[in-house]
């Protein structure tokens, strides 16, 4: 059984603060995705990294994909409000369809 | 584009009573659709796997004749939830991927059910 730990499970932070989210696994992914989720909405996918040792830019958030292809970390740069939510990674490997969920992190921003 | 719905976004029922719940993807084709249930502030738990044309597969624990899933064109899935008791009262939420490339998964915005 697969399983893709994430850290820290929940985080409370001051507004422009910056903070990282970890996502780890004994497993190799072929690619990883990261997802947002607001509360009573489904989540929304924030970015997919393929290659390992991958680092891809989304405005303020860095994700990163290791180099084995086993874990991958979210960076957060002076954090607004607005990026409160769920934060969720999730693994793909071999030929199944299912993707492997991350627990979460529930992320909350403080004004 | 990859936009997934469901409907209803929330419902109450009757504890007895069943509830379907829609899955489309709006834009583009699924011969594959996933049913989740998530508890508040948890992560997601697969029940099943909807294939079109063909019968679902569902996890471990997943009662399939309580939760019967029906997956009859490549838009639309649907998750009936029969004899609805309030312990079923959770979000519940499809996703679809696209075929080839990263299997990333599209989320449909979930369901609230309460079971009264």
């Known amino acids: 059984t697969q399983l893709l730990e994430q850290s820290p499970q929940f985080l409370s932070i001051q507004e422009g603060e910056n903070l990282t989210v970890y996502c780890n696994s004994s497993s190799v992914f072929s690619s990883l995705q990261w997802y947002r989720q607001e509360p009573g909405e489904g989540p929304v996918l924030l970015v997919t990294?393929?290659?390992?040792?991958e680092v891809k830019k989304l405005k303020r958030l860095t994700f990163q994909f290791g180099d084995a292809r086993k874990d991958s970390s979210l960076h957060i740069t002076a954090a607004q409000t607005g990026d409160t939510g769920l934060y969720l990674c999730a693994g793909a490997s071999g030929s199944a369809r299912q993707l492997t969920f991350g627990s979460g992190t529930q992320l909350t921003v403080l004004p | 584009g990859a936009v997934v719905s469901q409907h209803p976004s929330w419902v109450i029922c009757k504890s007895g009573t069943s509830v379907k719940i829609e899955c489309r993807s709006l834009?583009?084709?699924?011969?594959?659709m996933f049913w989740y249930r998530q508890f508040p502030k948890q992560s997601l738990m697969l029940m099943a796997t909807s294939n079109e044309g063909s019968k679902a597969t569902y996890e471990q624990g997943v009662e399939k004749d309580k939760f019967l899933i029906n997956h009859a064109s490549l838009t639309l899935s649907t998750l009936t939830v029969t004899s609805a008791h309030p312990e079923d009262s959770s979000f519940y939420i499809c996703s679809a991927g696209l075929a080839g490339g990263p299997r990333v998964q599209y989320f449909g915005p979930g369901t609230r059910l309460t079971v009264t």
């Open positions: 834009d583009f084709q699924a011969t594959t």
């Open positions: 990294v393929v290659t390992g040792g």
